[in-house]
């Protein structure tokens, strides 16, 4: 078998290894960033900064404590033979968020409405939201939740850190994640954060539905998908270490003005890099 054989095979087994981990304090579907039933607020300076995340909730000791976590430099990649992600991205109705960390969209439309019984007259239900994108990693699928933004870059290459990141978050039937992440560089306006920002509500935790403005992830993704890829977690608390991360080697652009624009209504919200301990990054040839 070749090294690179090898490699792959290192990867089911690190991927094995995340799904026998525990998944406590994911949060809600949509919501990477949402509270996980407790009220502990955090944010990315001061008191409340990633320094003391781990201090401010029992369950964000893996902030602290874990040693797979995310981001991280990109330096010193192993080429392997990674099997080509297979993106099956679907248009859908931007529904924006600012959640008061990050602008998010959550990708998903409504189900068909239910109704309950109750003697002999019904009631209708909250509809359930319906994932109908997926990434396939190999022959596993992975719905997509939502992508958000981050400036700058949370993960930097060779010790060069971008003017923003987005990261799209997938959720697998056994609830693991894989993140796709992309770089992007200061050029041209990026048509899909534009509506992004055109498109936020004002108030913090309110999700706005942009009447008759549809959006594509795909449209968030480089040409060229040659990728680096690595086992980590949540770059947010509570940190879970459950999170396959794939990042794009070729950026893509935002212009000044939007990464302006986004500084303004969120600010700097990126995590400092962790330490890779044991792990390996691993590269498509």
């Not at 909730?57 to 080509?84: H, M």
């Not at 400092?272 to 590269?283: A, E, G, N």
């Amino acid at each position: 078998m070749s090294t690179s054989k090898h490699i792959f095979s290192g990867i089911i087994f690190q991927t094995l290894l995340l799904c026998a981990l525990p998944f406590s304090g994911l949060v809600a579907a949509t919501n990477l960033h949402a509270a996980t039933g407790h009220t502990s607020h955090w944010g990315y300076s001061g008191a409340t900064g990633p320094d003391e995340w781990d201090s401010l909730s029992k369950e964000y000791a893996l902030c602290g404590s874990g040693k797979r976590q995310s981001p991280v430099d990109i330096w010193n990649e192993t080429p392997s033979d990674l099997y080509p992600l297979q993106f099956q991205y679907q248009p859908i109705p931007l529904l924006v968020l600012n959640n008061g960390h990050t602008l998010q969209a959550n990708y998903n439309t409504v189900g068909q409405e239910e109704k309950v019984t109750i003697g002999d007259k019904s009631y209708p239900v909250q509809r359930k939201p319906v994932y109908n994108s997926t990434l396939m990693l190999g022959d596993v699928p992975y719905k997509l939740l939502q992508f958000h933004f981050h400036t700058p870059s949370e993960h930097a290459h060779e010790g060069e850190r971008y003017a923003m990141e987005v990261h799209l978050v997938h959720k697998s039937a056994d609830g693991n994640l894989a993140v796709i992440g992309v770089l992007l560089k200061r050029g041209k306006a990026n048509p899909t954060l534009k509506k992004v920002l055109d498109n936020v509500s004002g108030k913090i935790n309110e999700v706005k539905f942009a009447q008759g403005v549809t959006i594509n992830a795909a449209d968030l993704l480089p040409a060229d998908r040659q990728l680096f890829h690595y086992s980590g977690s949540l770059t947010t608390p509570p940190c879970s270490e459950n999170v396959n991360w794939f990042v794009m080697k070729t950026p893509v652009e935002v212009s000044d003005a939007q990464v302006k624009q986004f500084a303004r209504l969120i600010g700097e919200n990126a995590r400092p890099l962790q330490p890779m301990h044991w792990r390996s990054m691993l590269t498509s040839d």
